[in-house]
């Protein structure tokens, strides 16, 4: 029996077939091409610092995390705000953020996560590109244990300081005009791109292994 598309009458149209292949195979290319290009966050490449991708959304690594295993969940995408995502965006950004903070927890043996958005430039982001903080925490051993709530405002100047921190990791802060420092935050040393190139590769295998006891 022919596995092929028909006339509409039950008649096999080897036209419409091939058609349909080869629209199946430019669907596919695009999304590999889309999976091999270049990770930006705003403007800023952020490739290696990569260890989870989807088509529409990805999770990198912090250059100076909170607590260990804070990560960003990013809409592939540039837009500033949720709203500006489509149904099929917004519903990978979400899923992502379930399944990259199922990730988070394990690997580094939390109790709980914090996740949190600043949704536009009133609400603290620094960025303009859409973005979740991923945190996982801890009811012993975490630096906010014995008062879980000062992560909040660790948080606010965490993503304040967000586009310096970029910026001064890849070298290219003007420090004419860079931002304000932020205080709290100078006391977490930055992190090298190798430094978080090695976390990116070690999350990897966890992603790895999940999809294999599928």
Known sequence: MRSAKSDGRGNYCP?????????????????????????????????RQVFYREALSYAIVNLKPIVPGHVLVVPT???????????????SLITSVQRVGNVIEKAYGGDALTVACQDGKAAGQSIPHVHFHILPRKFKGDFFSQRMDDIYPALEKSEASLPRNFLESR??????TEPLRVDADESRPPRTLEEMEKEATWLKTFFSRHERNE
Do not use: C, K, Y
Not at 80 to 89: F, I
Not at 171 to 176: A, S, V, Y
């Open 77 to 91: 995408r540039v837009v500033p705000r949720l709203a500006d995502l489509s149904g099929p965006e917004l519903s």
């Open 15 to 47: 036209f419409q077939a091939s058609w349909h292949s080869r629209r199946a195979i430019s669907i596919v290319n695009v999304s590999v091409s889309a999976m091999a290009a270049p990770v930006l966050f705003s403007t800023i490449e952020v490739t």
């Open 171 to 176: 070298g290219t802060l003007d420090h004419q």
